[in-house]
Each structure stands twice: as C-alpha cells, then as structure tokens.
C-alpha cells in the first residue's frame, strides 16, 4: 500500500511538473507574440512622427545607380549597402520601416537601378520585385562599335564595361557562324553595320557576349529574309547591302533624302565609278584627330591611306562604315530611279541636298 501511495505521489509531482513546463512554453509564446505587437505598435506610432523624413531623398542625383540584393541578404546588410551607395541616410529608419510594413520578409535578391531622389519608401517597395528591373539602351543610327561602346560605359547600368563588348564584335572576334553566314559575313571580318539601331529593355544581368547577340537578333528579324533575298536577286551581298546602307545613313540627315542618296551610289557602281563618299575617309582615320567623325578636306581624300577610302579604292568598302537603320539599309536594295551621278549639301542650311548629273553641274550647285 505504501508503495502504491509513493508511486502515485512521483507520478502526480512528473505530471505538475509537465503542466507547469507546458503552461510556461504558453506564456513565453504569448509573450514572444505580445512583445511583438507591442513593438510594432510602438515602431509604428515613432514612424508616423517622422514621415517626412520617410519621403525624403537621400540627395539630388537622379542618374540610375546599380545595385545589387546578393541571395540570402538579411533586411541589416541590404540598409547597410543602401546607406554606402548614399541612398538611403539613417539605417535604422530605414530598417524600422520595413519591419513595421513587411519589407523586411519580402526583400528579394537581384539587380536594382535605384537613385538618390527615391525616399526610403519607394526603396523598400522596389526591392521586393526584381523582376521591374531593365536597363534602358539606345543603339543610334549612323554609330560605329566604338561608339557603342562609349555608350554602354556612360549608361552605367551594365555589369561589364565596353571594352569588354568591343573585342566581341571587332575584327577578328569568333562570329556568331548562323548569323556570319546569313548575312554573308566575311571570315575575320567585324560585326560592324550590324548591331541594330533601336531603343532596348534589357534584363540587369545581360552580359557582354549577351547584347552582342540581342542586336544581330534584332537585325535579322527587322531586315528579315525578304530584303536579303532581294539583295542576293540584284547580285549583293546582304554584307555589301549593309555597307552601302551605311554609308547612306552617314551621309543623309533626313530619311527622305535615303533613296535619292543611295541611287547616286547605286548609278556609279553600275559604270565602275568610285563611290568617292565622304563617311569612308572619316572612318578610315579611326578617331585618330579626337572625333569618329571629323571634319575633313579635299587633302584627306587621298591622304587617309586606308582600304575603307572609297576616293582611292573602287567598289565597296571592306566592311559597313556604321550602323544603318532599316531605312538606309532597304534604300541601298531599293534605290530611288535617277540619272544622278553626284550631291553635295544645299546652301540654305537645311542639312537637304542638290543632286546633278555631270561634274559641272555639280560643282554650279556649290555654296
């Protein structure tokens, strides 16, 4: 009996003492979720006092700036980044912030374009979708390579530099072969002339080698099979095509003038004359006078030693001269029907031009 009674006294002291720890896993579980509330209740209430300070700018720049949410970053490391980038001013805030409205579980690792006139909210919203993210490029008509290079270097957004774009579209670069034998591209021969002039959204993380290949992909669907096959019916190549397109575009101001231009190019390769245009001989001095396009003069046409100057080699250039649109490059396949042999500038600065049949004509026309 005595046993018994022992047992059942050890069995219901085991069975408090399992209650009384079950209770304080409770009460320390409601107090972790009370604590909680309370402080973001109080967070909350200290934010509303300092909203202006929540809609304020970091400063004034509003030129995009790169920046990145590697995976597995915690809301401290992200405001730490914000605030050496200059984005964001008080850490603190900015993290009080997001854990009062959730941010802070929802920031989501990738590439951003943030810039100083963005207040901490706007920040903590747009880094929680990375998939907004798209860096803007403009590739202009009439640019060489090294042109767009320049311009991959001042967009700022780009995860490489443009020397590291160039060596990929440069003489000598391995062509991409399906798209080299498409447009009939010369072994060894650059990628200059194809790297499509137009306006592009392209993801954060696109490498060089990667928008190298968006722009050919862009030629060959914007000039498409129809104007090659067409090229190939009056005996082009669609790489002679473009070179002739090119120097169209390097030479009209106005689209209109495309077809006029390229049928004076047109009429004297028909009778062996040398294309003697000017765009060749700025091209062949290779920004050496501190411009792609400098200014140049009747000496330089015979000058400039080099196999791009049409006033010394007849025929096509080697290779395009810089990136026609789609207008220069269908007018050097479908060129205006004329009895043209020569233009210059018109004297009204209307950047147009006059067109003549002889040389002396020609030259009447002259300012």
């Known amino acids: 009996m005595q046993r018994v009674t022992r047992g059942c006294?050890?069995?219901?002291?085991?069975?408090?003492?399992?209650?009384?720890?079950?209770?304080?896993?409770?009460?320390?579980a409601s107090d972790s979720e009370i604590y909680n509330s309370v402080r973001t209740a109080i967070l909350r209430y200290q934010l509303s006092n300092r909203s202006s300070e929540l809609d304020a700018p970091a400063g004034s720049v509003a030129k995009p700036f790169r920046f990145q949410v590697p995976l597995g970053s915690g809301a401290s490391a992200i405001a730490i980044a914000l605030a050496d980038a200059g984005l964001i001013r008080d850490i603190d805030l900015f993290l009080d912030f997001a854990r009062v409205e959730g941010y802070d579980r929802r920031f989501e690792a990738g590439v951003y374009f943030l810039n100083q006139t963005q207040s901490i909210r706007q920040i903590a919203e747009i880094l929680t979708d990375s998939s907004k993210s798209f860096i803007a490029f403009r590739t202009p008509e009439g640019a060489r390579i090294e042109e767009l290079?320049?311009?991959?270097?001042?967009?700022?957004?780009?995860?490489?530099?443009?020397?590291?774009?160039?060596?990929?579209?440069?003489?000598?670069?391995?062509?991409?072969?399906?798209?080299?034998?498409?447009?009939d591209i010369p072994s060894g021969a650059s990628l200059e002339g194809f790297m499509f002039p137009d306006t592009?959204?392209?993801p954060p993380d696109i490498s060089a080698a990667g928008l190298r290949d968006m722009l050919l992909r862009a030629f060959q669907d914007r000039v498409g099979d129809d104007l090659r096959e067409e090229a190939l019916a009056q005996n082009l190549t669609l790489h002679q095509a473009v070179s002739l397109g090119?120097?169209?575009?390097?030479?009209?101001?106005?689209?209109?003038?495309?077809?006029?231009?390229?049928?004076?190019?047109?009429?004297?390769l028909n009778i062996?004359?040398?294309?003697?245009?000017?765009?060749?001989?700025?091209?062949?001095?290779?920004?050496?006078?501190?411009?792609?396009?400098?200014q140049i003069t009747r000496a330089d046409y015979?000058?400039?030693?080099?196999?791009?100057?049409?006033?010394?080699?007849?025929?096509?250039?080697?290779?395009?001269?810089?990136?026609?649109?789609?207008?220069?490059?269908?007018?050097?396949?479908?060129?205006?029907?004329?009895?043209?042999?020569?233009?210059?500038?018109?004297?009204?600065?209307?950047?147009?031009?006059?067109?003549?049949?002889?040389?002396?004509?020609?030259?009447?026309?002259g300012c």
């Open 302 to 365: 015979y000058d400039v030693q080099s196999p791009y100057n049409t006033y010394l080699h007849g025929g096509f250039p080697p290779g395009p001269i810089a990136s026609p649109g789609l207008s220069a490059i269908h007018a050097a396949i479908f060129p205006a029907e004329s009895g043209f042999y020569y233009f210059r500038a018109a004297c009204d600065n209307s950047h147009y031009h006059n067109f003549a049949v002889t040389f002396e004509e020609h030259v009447a026309n």
């Open 9 to 28: 006294l050890v069995l219901g002291i085991s069975l408090a003492i399992l209650a009384i720890g079950s209770l304080a896993a409770i009460l320390l």
């Open 272 to 294: 062996g004359m040398k294309l003697e245009a000017d765009p060749t001989v700025q091209y062949g001095i290779q920004g050496a006078r501190g411009s792609w396009w400098p």
């Open 200 to 202: 592009y959204q392209l």
């Open 149 to 183: 290079a320049e311009l991959i270097d001042r967009n700022g957004l780009f995860g490489f530099q443009g020397g590291d774009f160039l060596p990929l579209v440069d003489e000598g670069a391995p062509l991409p072969e399906e798209f080299a034998d498409w447009a």
């Open 246 to 268: 090119s120097i169209i575009e390097r030479e009209a101001v106005w689209r209109d003038e495309h077809p006029m231009i390229a049928s004076v190019y047109r009429n004297r």
